[in-house]
């Protein structure tokens, strides 16, 4: 996609840290990392997000991503990894091309994870499970 900027980085139009490269993948510096060493996987084709990823390409991610985990762990001596991915605008993607985050943790980093709340009776939380079920 022309004005893409993970395609741009693709095409080496935009500079970018690049950390492993193969026929479908790219993986590079996160820009703005939570912790140095923050690494973005992309697809080198243009998916807006994960539902557009076809499952093929899925199938070959996971590996690449656990690799990279591994990679970035023992690259940045981290206590800990975050795996991520933001779909659509209202869970946070900024960037509209397909991309997981693989981030360093350290224990006291200053960051935080999500706050949950537990469901206010199991019979919500039994009807939400249902309504997911019923669209395998
Ligand atoms: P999102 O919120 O879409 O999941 O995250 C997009 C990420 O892409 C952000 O963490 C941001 O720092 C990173 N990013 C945006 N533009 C660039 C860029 O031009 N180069 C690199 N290396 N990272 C970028
Ligand atoms: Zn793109």
Redesign the pocket.
């Known amino acids: 996609m022309t004005d893409c900027?993970?395609c741009k980085?693709v095409r080496g139009e935009?500079p970018?840290?690049k950390v492993y490269e193969d026929d479908n993948f790219l993986a590079?510096?996160?820009?703005?990392?939570i912790n140095p060493g923050?690494v973005?996987l992309i697809p080198k084709e243009h998916y807006e997000n994960l539902y557009n990823i076809p499952d093929e390409t899925m199938q070959k991610a996971g590996p690449i991503i656990k690799k990279l985990a591994l990679m970035v762990k023992k690259g940045t001596d981290a206590e800990g990894v975050n795996l991520?991915?933001?779909n659509e605008k209202a869970a946070?993607?900024?960037?509209p091309h397909a991309?997981f985050?693989i981030m360093p943790r350290f224990f006291n980093d200053g960051h935080e994870l999500w706050h949950g709340l537990p469901y206010p009776s199991e019979e919500l939380m039994r009807q939400i499970a249902e309504k997911i079920k019923n669209n395998i």
Do not use: K, S
């Not at 590079?28 to 990392?33: E, K």
């Not at 946070?92 to 960037?95: A, D, E, N, R």
């Open positions: 900027v993970f980085i935009i970018a840290e590079f510096l996160d820009i703005t990392p923050h973005l991520g991915m933001n946070g993607q900024l960037v991309h985050h």
